[in-house]
C-alpha cells in the first residue's frame, strides 16, 4: 500500500462548482499537510499547509484534516477556468520528515 | 525577487551517457530539494541540501547523486542513464529545511525535462 493515495482523475467540472479533493494515507506519523497546485509545464505552488487535524480557510480554498480517520480534503468554492490545473496532496513526519506527495488529481474547470 | 531557476530546461540524452543538472535558488534560501516527477509514480523525492550537507535522502539508487555549493546553488547528477530516468526533475528551496519540523514554504522551479533515448 503506497503511503499517499489520491484519485487521478482527470475531474471535470463547470465554472462556479465547489470542488473536493482529496487524499487518504497510511502512516499516522504524519503531522504536517499541505496541498500543492501545479500547472502544466510549471513547478508546483503551495496553496495551503495544516499542521494536524482541523479545518483551514484561505479566500476560496479551505483545507480539512482528519487524522483519525487519515484523509485529508481540498475544498474549491466558485471554482474558475483559471483553478485548471492539477493539485498534489503532500504530508511529512515520523522518524525523517520527509516530505511525500500523491500523485495529483487533474482539474479542468469549464467556462 | 527572483524565483527558483533550473537549467537546462529541456535535455536529451542516450542509455549509458550521464547528466548534470543545475538548481539556483532563492536568494537567501539554503536549502535546496530535488525530486523527480512521473506520471507512473508522481513526485518523489530524491534528497536534500542544507548548507552544502546532504540532510535527507529519497530512495533511489547510488547512480542518483548531488551536491550544494557555498553560495547554495546546487547539482544533480545522474550516472549510466536508463529509460527509467526520463522524467521532470524538480527543484525546490526553502529558508528552513524542510525535511523536518520546519513549516517554511517550499518554492519549486519550472523543472528540467529529461528524455533518455
Known amino acids: 500500500q503506497k503511503e499517499v493515495e489520491q484519485d487521478p482523475g482527470p475531474l471535470s467540472v463547470p465554472e462556479g462548482a465547489i470542488v473536493s479533493l482529496n487524499c487518504t494515507y497510511s502512516n499516522s506519523a504524519f503531522q504536517y499537510f499541505m496541498w500543492y497546485r501545479q500547472y502544466s509545464r510549471k513547478g508546483p505552488e503551495l496553496l495551503m499547509y495544516?499542521?494536524?487535524?482541523g479545518n483551514k480557510e484561505d479566500g476560496r480554498f479551505t483545507a480539512q484534516v482528519d487524522k483519525s480517520s487519515k484523509y485529508i480534503s481540498l475544498f474549491i468554492r466558485d471554482s474558475q477556468p483559471s483553478d485548471s490545473a492539477t493539485y498534489l496532496c503532500?504530508?511529512?513526519?515520523?522518524?525523517?520528515?520527509?516530505?511525500?506527495f500523491g500523485k495529483g488529481t487533474l482539474l479542468t474547470v469549464n467556462p | 525577487k527572483a524565483g527558483v531557476t533550473q537549467t537546462p530546461r529541456y535535455l536529451i540524452k542516450t542509455r549509458g551517457q550521464q547528466v548534470t543538472l543545475s538548481c539556483s535558488p532563492i536568494s537567501g534560501h539554503r536549502s535546496v530539494s530535488w525530486y523527480q516527477q512521473t506520471p507512473g509514480q508522481g513526485l518523489q523525492f530524491l534528497f536534500e541540501y542544507f548548507s552544502e550537507t546532504q540532510r535527507n535522502k529519497g530512495n533511489f539508487p547510488g547512480r542518483f547523486s548531488g551536491r550544494q555549493f557555498s553560495n547554495s546553488r546546487s547539482e544533480m547528477n545522474v550516472s549510466t542513464l536508463e529509460l527509467g530516468d526520463s522524467a521532470l526533475y524538480l527543484c525546490?528551496?526553502?529558508?528552513?529545511?524542510?525535511?523536518?519540523?520546519?513549516?517554511?514554504?517550499?518554492?519549486f522551479g519550472p523543472g528540467t525535462r529529461l528524455t533518455v533515448l
Open positions: 495544516t499542521y494536524s487535524s
Open positions: 503532500a504530508m511529512k513526519g515520523g522518524s525523517n520528515y520527509k516530505l511525500t
Open positions: 525546490a528551496s526553502s529558508l528552513a529545511p524542510s525535511s523536518g519540523v520546519s513549516t517554511d514554504t517550499q518554492y
